[in-house]
């Protein structure tokens, strides 16, 4: 519902739209959030700093050994931009914050809701350049420039080879997306799941609460500077 606002620069986006829109959703009959006591904690916000770059900049102030970063030494606020950054979109800045109240906030703190959002804009990030993959496979199949023949040999090869390469981009940004929420998130919730049922302090309880983020964060490749960097160029590129 909100393809046509995300659509517009991180800077144009209207918040209160998108968030009266994502108040429709949750309250939608059949959500699996309409019946959530909580949901109306939950609100959006527009990060103006691509997660990528934001990324970088955090693995280049902490200094860690072999690129991981520690999320431990961030604030909750993104680093600020500069004057050359590249403007990115709405479906590229967009993420959800979390209003916890306290005694709750001292095990939900800011920098536990921070790994979430991580965590949240590089899911949405590959599911958005999955949609313009697939955006674009619709093209080739529709538009008649596309489809026609051209009695030109060389640009019948140049289609072939735009062809195959969307394909193996769109495979590759659902096998990692299928890496991320399957082979990643999902065993690593369950484990978290099966240690609660073992926990006898609230200092346990934050401790694997941190720790799975932080293992999900790992190996989603979020920490490590030389994945960042291999990362960025494709994102670029699809975009």
Sequence with gaps: MGHTELQKQAKKVNVSKLQSLFDLALRQPGSIAASDPFKEDVKVSINEVDLTKWLMRVVNVSGVEE????LDTTTTHA????????????????????????????????KTVLR??????????????ESQLCSAWRDHTAVYTWKHRSKYPEVETWKRRAWT????????????LYFCTMEVVEPNWSKLMKRLDEVKTVDELMQHHVDFLDTCLKECMLTNAKLLKVCLPLVLAIR
Excluded at 67 to 70: D, E, F, I, R, V
Excluded at 116 to 129: A, E, P
């Design 67 to 70: 690129g991981a970063m520690s």
């Design 79 to 110: 680093p600020s931009t500069s004057a050359d950054d590249r403007p990115i979109t709405g479906h590229n800045a967009l993420e959800l914050d979390y209003r916890v109240p306290f005694p709750l906030s001292l095990v939900i703190s800011r």
């Design 116 to 129: 979430y959002q991580l965590l949240f804009r590089h899911l949405l990030s590959l599911r958005h350049l």
């Design 165 to 176: 390469l969307r394909a193996r981009m769109l495979v590759f940004v659902q096998q990692l």
